[in-house]
């Protein structure tokens, strides 16, 4: 059955550096996203793209954040001068289309000490 | 804003019985999405409705429009039902919008 895959699936940085977190959506998926978990807490969305460029992003979303999908099959998230509050599950997730059910990957825990 | 809420936040309960996880939103929607969360964090997707029921196995998923309601219940649950079974719900855009999650434990 195909899948979202992620890597990697845990990540430590220092604070202040950045980490850029990879997805392998499902190849004919057309839409992706970004969200996270912060422990304990409920997920939240971060970001959604859809034909090469960002369709909706959150409060969260600022200027730290950017993402990309450099070779028509991965789709990355850049996380800059990481801070401690960025520790957190970011899932990646696909649909095919708009109103189809998504897909998520299996997350990658970031930890920034 | 739409808001999700879930009831119970916590659930225990003994292997056989019937379990009911509940959803209420805020504002209108076009689709809800009951998700399921194992210990090791992956989420999976159990079912995507926007009217009346569905039913895989021994789960099933209702959905009231007008009353902004939604129920997931587990027939005969069993110890690998265990996990953190959440809401979603599709608002405007393509985004899903999260409950908090209802941490379901069965025990045998």
């Known amino acids: 059955e195909p899948e979202v895959t992620q890597t990697p699936s845990h990540q430590v940085t220092q604070m202040g550096q950045e980490v850029i977190l990879r997805c392998v959506p499902i190849?004919?998926?057309?839409?992706f996203y970004w969200y996270r978990q912060i422990l304990g807490q409920k997920v939240e969305f971060l970001v959604s793209?859809?034909?090469?460029?960002?369709?909706?992003k959150s409060e969260i979303f600022d200027d730290q954040f950017s993402v990309e999908r450099p070779d028509g099959s991965n789709f990355t998230l850049k996380i800059r001068s990481t801070k401690l509050e960025d520790s957190a599950m970011y899932f990646c997730?696909?649909?095919?289309?708009?109103?189809?059910?998504?897909?998520f990957g299996q997350g990658t825990r970031l930890t920034v000490v | 804003k739409n808001e999700v809420e879930q009831s119970p936040q916590n659930l225990t309960a003994q292997e056989g019985e019937f379990i009911t996880i509940n959803c209420s939103y805020s504002?209108?929607?076009?689709?809800l999405h009951w998700l399921q969360q194992h210990p090791g964090g992956g989420i999976v997707s159990l079912f995507m409705?926007?009217?009346g029921k569905k039913k895989h196995g021994r789960l099933i998923a209702t959905i009231n429009i007008q009353e902004k309601h939604s129920s997931l219940h587990i027939t005969a649950s069993h110890p690998r039902d265990s996990a953190v079974y959440i809401c979603?719900?599709?608002?405007?855009?393509?985004?899903?919008?999260f409950g908090k999650g209802t941490t379901l434990s069965v025990s045998s």
């Open positions: 409705l926007s009217s």
């Open positions: 504002v209108g929607i076009s689709a």
């Open positions: 190849s004919n998926h057309l839409y």
């Open positions: 997730a696909s649909k095919q289309q708009a109103n189809t059910e998504a897909f």
């Open positions: 979603a719900v599709n608002q405007a855009g393509t985004a899903l919008i």
């Open positions: 793209f859809y034909n090469n460029e960002i369709s909706e």
